[in-house]
């Protein structure tokens, strides 16, 4: 049995999953119904509350109502942004990127359990990104780079299978491809020493200001959450 942990995740319900499903919301009381999971049971989590304390809560939940050296397997959809701390090129970790760390970190502590970790990119064919990608003209992205870190809902789809199918252990799934940032949007400026500007961190906040007044432009400026994903060369 396939259970889906955050149903409502615009990306799993972009998924065709040829399962027996049974699908929970990703509030902690949705979880709480259930005391215990059957020892068999693949376990696949989708989505991750609005901040770190909720999502650690999540979490220590539905390890909780796991047994200890159980079958259960559990498959966790993270996303590169769980790494951009660790950037070569910009270390920023915004509160999304903290969000999946974090869940990485707690699952990461269960040494007794199968755990697959899917590290996607960004999904440019539903929910936000393709409101981003649809309503922008232009976007400004700092020049030397190319390229931008992306997935497919059947990408994520195929990680999944794989990740319900894993032998003991933990395993970490990178999907994220390099695509052409020019075939994404309608028109790319790559723009010499802007990449500098995100580097000082006291221009963060005016830089998420300068980004909501682009949107109105249907200008794209990358938030500073996000710029690691497009420094792909």
Same mark, same amino acid.
């Given at each position: 049995?396939l ?19 049974i ?14 999971f ?10 991750d ?14 390890? *909780?109502?796991?047994?200890?050296? *159980? @079958?259960c ?13 660790? *950037? ?8 999304y990127?903290?969000r ?5 970190e707690?699952?990461?502590s ?11 990119? @960004?999904?440019?064919?539903h ?11 232009i976007?400004i992205l ?11 809902p059947?990408?994520v789809?195929?990680?999944?299978s794989e990740?319900? *199918?894993?032998e003991f252990?933990?395993?970490y ?6 695509v ?16 500098s500007?995100?580097?000082?961190k ?8 300068l ?7 249907k200008?794209?400026l ?12």
């Amino acid at each position: 049995m396939l259970y889906i942990i955050g149903a409502n995740s615009r990306l799993y319900r972009s998924l065709n999953l040829e399962n027996r499903i049974i699908e929970l919301s990703v509030r902690i009381n949705s979880v709480k119904q259930i005391t215990t999971f059957p020892e068999d049971a693949a376990i696949v989590i989708f989505s991750d509350p609005g901040d770190a304390i909720i999502t650690s809560a999540i979490l220590i939940s539905i390890l *909780s109502c796991i047994p200890y050296k *159980s @079958n259960c397997k559990i498959v966790f959809i993270s996303s590169i942004s769980a790494q951009f701390y660790q *950037s070569p090129h910009c270390p920023i970790e915004g509160g999304y990127a903290r969000r999946k760390r974090v869940a990485e970190e707690i699952l990461a502590s269960r040494k007794d359990l199968t755990i697959t970790i899917i590290r996607a990119g @960004n999904v440019f064919s539903h929910g936000g990104w393709k409101m981003i990608q649809e309503r922008s003209t232009i976007a400004i992205l700092p020049r030397g780079f190319n390229k931008t870190a992306a997935s497919t809902p059947q990408e994520v789809a195929d990680a999944i299978s794989e990740g319900v *199918s894993q032998e003991f252990g933990h395993h970490y799934l990178n999907i994220a491809r390099g695509v052409d940032t020019s075939t994404i949007f309608k028109r790319v400026v790559f723009t010499p020493g802007i990449l500098s500007v995100y580097r000082v961190k006291w221009a963060r906040t005016p830089l998420k200001a300068l980004t909501r007044i682009f949107r109105v432009m249907k200008i794209y400026l990358p938030s500073p959450d996000d710029i690691n994903s497009f420094l792909v060369k």
